[in-house]
């Protein structure tokens, strides 16, 4: 586990919600919108929370997760909310505790898939698989075309690549090590990327760093999506130098989850929306 400095320890619960209902005061919904582009996304796909019970095998496989008390060793590479993960001991944690803690929730792993369907995303790639659910809605998404996702620590991918198996998810290309060492082969194959979400190592550096590196395999239509953006001080101003680089034309802060797009023609400008 890497050092953390000051500003990258998660805030507590308390400033979490804090933070969350100053978001929601500022925030706006679709009605105080005036770019249409941005109006549409929200009518068409982030608004639109219909859940399909096309997903009960996925969530299945959470509850499975969840009730699994069988420790598995650690070698996490990033910094995710790993000190309120149960501990068994010095290098082991459970792998209901990982679940508990770090996969994303039902209601953001469908905005997830919605995106991807929204964009019609042929070339999506994935930073931090932890056990696979949210690669298997990207999958559910797309079926046909590739999610690329890297995870750092094999034990974890092991479980993962148990889902992808029980899911049958064929369109899933799962990567084990360092995405420092792994980010650019990925890319690399088969390039410019249509989605990338990024939920590995939360600090400002790794996500400013892995930004940096996939600012040059971007196209117009490529959208970036940022994870917990204000769980700590670092991750927020990570946050803020990506919204204010210049290739970058839209940000969209739905609090959980930052949206970045680089399409032509529209005003700069970051949304602060309620979700």
Wanted: aromatic fraction near 10%.
């Amino acid at each position: 586990m890497k050092e953390k400095s000051k500003s990258e320890k998660k805030r507590s619960s308390i400033s979490l919600v804090y933070l969350f209902l100053k978001h929601y005061i500022a925030g706006n919904n679709r009605y105080g919108i005036h770019s249409p582009f941005v109006y549409n996304l929200l009518t068409g796909c982030i608004y639109n929370k219909t859940l399909p019970g096309e997903f009960q095998a996925i969530e299945e496989q959470r509850k499975k997760l969840e009730k699994d008390n069988r420790t598995i060793e650690i070698n996490d590479l990033g910094s995710k909310k790993d000190k309120e993960i149960e501990v068994v001991n010095k290098h082991c944690r459970t792998i209901s505790g990982i679940a508990k803690k770090s996969l994303k929730s039902r209601r953001q792993a469908f905005l997830l898939y919605r995106l991807a369907k929204y964009f019609e995303c042929k070339n999506i790639l994935e930073l931090g698989t932890c056990f696979g659910i949210t690669a298997s809605y990207l999958s559910m998404a797309r079926p046909d075309t590739v999610v690329n996702t890297i995870e750092g620590c094999p034990q974890i991918a092991g479980v993962a690549n148990t889902v992808f198996g029980s899911l049958g998810g064929m369109n899933i290309r799962l990567h084990v090590g360092d995405i420092d060492e792994l980010l650019l082969p990925v890319l690399n194959d088969p390039g410019s990327p249509d989605l990338v979400f990024f939920d590995a190592n939360h600090t400002k550096q790794a996500t400013l760093s892995y930004f940096n590196i996939i600012l040059g395999y971007i196209k117009e239509s490529t959208v970036l999506i940022i994870d917990d953006i204000h769980w700590s001080k670092g991750m927020e101003d990570a946050w803020k130098e990506i919204c204010s680089n210049d290739m970058v034309s839209v940000t969209v802060d739905l609090f959980y989850m930052g949206l970045v797009f680089f399409r032509k023609g529209l005003s700069k400008e970051n949304f602060v929306i309620r979700y």
